[in-house]
Structures are given as C-alpha cells and as structure tokens.
C-alpha cells in the first residue's frame, strides 16, 4: 500500500540531500552491476507515518556537457514514469535558471502530481527564489532546506492525501497495515512554512493536546462515538497507531490521538522517551491543534508550553476548556478563563476559546466550528493589490520611524504564503525597524483582514 516518489531537478540542487533525509540509514542501494548504469537510485522512505519508495535522478555530476541536456533528459523522463508523484526540485538561492524551465516542460506534459520544493530556504538569501518558484505555474512552493531538515512537515502534509488515495487503490491485496511510530522524526525534521495546492477533500490534520487526565481519549471517543450514531457502526472511520479519519458533522478530519500514540508506545516499552515528545510530534503533524484544558486546572505551565510551542511552529491553535459539566458558575469561569489566556498567551490573541464537555458531548458542535473556521484563516490569502492600499493607510496613519534622522521606507507588501499567512515587506533599512512597528503592522494585518487567532510572520526585506 504504497506509492512511489521521484526526485527530479538539475544537479546541485539538492536532491540527494533529501533523498539520503528520507532514506535514512534504510537505503537499499542496487549495486553497481556491469552493464547497469546506476543512475537511478531507490530506496525505501519514511516520512512520520507514511512509507514509500523514493527515486533520486543521482548520477548526473560526471556527464560532459554537451551530452547533459539529453541524458538529463531521458533520465528525468524516465524516473517520472516509473513514479506516482514527482517532487520538483530547485534551488532558491540561486533561483530558477533555464534548466529549471527545461524540467518543469518535462513534468507539465508526463507527470500526474507534482509538489514543487524551493531547496536551501533556509534563511532569508531564499526569499526572491521561493518567490519566483510560484512563476513555474507548478502550484505554491514548499519551502525547503534538505540539509536542515526543514520543509519536511509539508511535504508530509503534500504526500498525506495522495497517499490515501493510493492506499485506497491498493487496499484490496492488503488489508490491514499497523502503522509504527517513527523514532527518527524528531524537532528538527520537520518544521516551517509553507502550503500546498488545494487538494479536493484532504482531510484537516487536528491534533489534540493536553496534560494528561485532560480527557483527549474521551474526546476524541466522543468524536467517533457520535459519528457512529450517525453512519452506523465503524463506518467513515479508519484508524492507526496515531490517527484516525472520521468525517466530524461533515468535514473530513484526521485526528492525531497522542493519547493513542502512548498506548502504542507502552507496548514497545519506549514510554518514557514518547511521552515527553507526543504532544511535540502532533504538533508537527497538525494543521490546527486543539489545547486540550481541564476546566479545574487551566492553564498549567504544561499546558502553556505547547500552546506556545503551536505558535511558533506556526499552527493554528484552538483552547478548548474540558470537563465544563461539573463547572458550577460558569460565567464567573468563563470570564477568569478569558483574562488569563489573554494575560498568559499574548501570542495567540483572538485564537477560539470554546467550552466542552468531552464527557456529555456538550459544545463538541462548537469545538468542530472553531477547527474550522481556525483552518480557514490559517489558509487565508490576501490579493497583493489589497494588502498594498491597507499598507498605504497604514503608512499615512501611523508613519514609520526615522533612525537617525532617515525615514524608513515601506515600498511594497505582499503574501509570499499561507498556513500560516506569510508576507513580505520591501522596504529601505530593515535591519533599523524597530519591534514595535513591525508589531504595529501585524495587529493591523490581524485586525483589517480579519485573522485572529493564526501565527502571522511577517519578513521585513531590503531592496537589493
Ligand atoms: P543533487 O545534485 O541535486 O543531488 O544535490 P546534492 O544533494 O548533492 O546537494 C548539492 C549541494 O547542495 C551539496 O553541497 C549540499 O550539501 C548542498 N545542499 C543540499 N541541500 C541544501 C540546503 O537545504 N541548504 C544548503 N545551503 N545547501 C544544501
Ligand atoms: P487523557 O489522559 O487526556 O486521555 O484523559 P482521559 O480521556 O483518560 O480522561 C481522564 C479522566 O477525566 C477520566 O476519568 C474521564 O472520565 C474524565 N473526563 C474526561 N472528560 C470529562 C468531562 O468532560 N467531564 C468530566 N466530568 N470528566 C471527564
């Protein structure tokens, strides 16, 4: 029940890198056989939860030049048919070159997926690349760096519903596969930015994350339970070790049960190694990760860890306040509730806070709201002509400062991405721009273009 990933773009710009990331110390390698060009490579690849076969288009450094273009060629045409997806390689620090146009002709005309990866992001040197990148017409950029490991998570979140649909073609010879927890994914495998080209029906990655007691087992039993009451038993509901998908009133949602993810873990007696990290791996995974709070202790240091941690990974973030049946006054709680989660998470401001009951089912409409529309806004992409009148306005507001007497010049705004909202602003001296106009911008971002609650990054950029 897999599927097979080529690696393809010109040479240099990293593809062994990431094939080598991927692989791990798994690589099958095909020996160097007489007779045999080895200018393909495969190995087995593991990215969390998903297992595929990777080919990397290697083996191009030592060709002459005038022989390159052509070889290049057959090799490349030849790892794209024998793949189901096509990851696209180029360099964002040099940005595309015309070899880069060759490969992108080569993989409008043959291949049925292709993600599109900007390598060596790492790093604002990277932002004009990752820019052109959208000019391919290849969809939105994933913005990578093979050497750090970043970018990895939205590959993931690219592979996740074209693997699915893959394993659905393949269920029939295999029927059920239980999924192990990836020991090698850790925090820096995957992290960062980014997006993806609207896939039809790519369920929303939630992951539910609490202390625990906090009741995310019963949460998400709940979530299954009534899901059954409506399609009849186990129906819509697939599961592994560490999610499941349920179509939650409607929405397909994959669920990352860390509760679920320390039961597997007991059994291969790693507990004490994953219980720390669960919560932290879900967060890699999810597009919107529910806080999961026991309504009698709220907002322990545990609890503010995490949320923090969602933030700067840049996910949107929903508070929901559990076990609100055995609340006696409720306004009162809901008032303290709403005062510390200002006072303690500034930088989650305006994210949902919703009240439930995990146990009676109470609010779980509410909760399933608030994921969704948490995801919309993470999803969110402003017209680059609307964003540069709102700067304007800005501007004439509230003028930028003038270190040492020069005017800090704001030329040009423009959202370079989503998930989470992303933008550039050109401008004169970026290095003299003080924090507290760069906040001033993204409150004013927040406000005007009505997206409370997402992460929201803001790069400052000189003109070169
Ligand atoms: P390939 O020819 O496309 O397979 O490219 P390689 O994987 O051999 O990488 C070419 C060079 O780019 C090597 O020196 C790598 O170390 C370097 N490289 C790969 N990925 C990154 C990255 O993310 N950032 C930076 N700065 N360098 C990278
Ligand atoms: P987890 O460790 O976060 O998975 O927490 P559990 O789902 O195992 O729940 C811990 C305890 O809290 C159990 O005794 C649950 O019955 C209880 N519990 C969970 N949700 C609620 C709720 O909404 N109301 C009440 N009163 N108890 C709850």
Redesign the pocket.
């Known amino acids: 029940m897999s599927f097979t990933l080529a690696?393809v773009?010109?040479?240099?710009?990293?593809?062994?890198?990431?094939?080598?990331r991927l692989v791990g110390q798994r690589l099958a390698l095909v020996d160097n056989q007489p007779g045999v060009t080895r200018d393909l490579r495969e190995g087995a690849a593991r990215l969390g939860d998903l297992r595929f076969t990777v080919i990397?288009t290697?083996g191009?450094?030592n060709v002459t030049d005038d022989s390159l273009q052509g070889r290049m060629r057959r090799l490349t045409e030849r790892a794209v048919d024998m793949a189901d997806i096509c990851l696209f390689?180029i360099?964002a620090?040099t940005g595309l070159t015309a070899t880069d146009q060759v490969f992108a002709d080569i993989l409008r005309k043959r291949s049925a997926h292709v993600i599109l990866a900007a390598?060596?992001?790492?790093g604002a040197a990277a932002d004009a690349g990752v820019l052109e990148a959208y000019s391919l017409g290849l969809g939105e950029p994933i913005r990578?760096?093979?050497?750090?490991g970043?970018g990895l998570n939205d590959l993931y979140a690219q592979l996740m519903p074209l693997a699915d649909d893959f394993a659905e073609r393949a269920r029939a010879d295999a029927p059920e596969t239980d999924v192990t927890i990836d020991e090698d994914i850790d925090a820096d495998e995957a992290i960062d930015e980014n997006a993806h080209r609207p896939t039809e029906a790519r369920p929303l990655q939630v992951a539910v994350v609490g202390r625990p007691n906090a009741g995310k087992s019963t949460l998400i039993n709940q979530i299954i339970g009534e899901e059954r009451l409506l399609t009849g038993p186990e129906a819509g509901i697939t599961r592994d070790a560490i999610s499941l998908q349920v179509n939650w009133d409607g929405v397909p949602m994959r669920l990352f049960d860390t509760a679920g993810m320390r039961r597997k873990a007991k059994v291969q007696e790693k507990l004490e190694k994953l219980s720390v990290s669960d919560g932290l791996r879900a967060v890699k995974f999810a597009e919107v990760v529910v806080v999961l709070l026991d309504a009698a202790i709220p907002f322990e240091q545990q609890d503010l860890r995490i949320a923090d941690l969602a933030e700067r990974e840049g996910r949107a973030v929903v508070i929901a306040v559990n076990k609100w049946d055995i609340e006696e006054d409720r306004q009162q709680k809901l008032r303290d509730l709403r005062e510390a989660f200002e006072r303690l998470l500034p930088q989650l401001r305006g994210a949902p806070l919703v009240t439930v009951s995990a146990k009676t089912g109470r609010g779980l409409d509410r909760l399933q709201a608030a994921i969704s529309r948490a995801h919309d806004i993470w999803n969110r992409r402003v017209p680059t002509a609307a964003l540069n009148r709102w700067l304007n306005g800005m501007l004439e507001q509230h003028p930028p400062p003038a270190p040492q007497g020069r005017r800090i010049k704001l030329r040009y705004i423009t959202q370079v991405k989503t998930r989470p909202p992303g933008f550039v602003v050109m401008c004169s001296h970026p290095d003299k721009m003080p924090a507290s106009y760069t906040r001033y911008l993204v409150n004013g971002l927040r406000e005007d273009f009505d997206m409370p609650g997402t992460p929201i990054r803001l790069h400052l950029r000189g003109q070169s």
């Open positions: 690696i773009g010109r040479p240099n710009v990293g593809k062994s890198t990431l094939f080598n990397d290697a191009l450094e390689m360099d620090r390598n060596k992001a790492e990578m760096s093979a050497e750090h970043e």
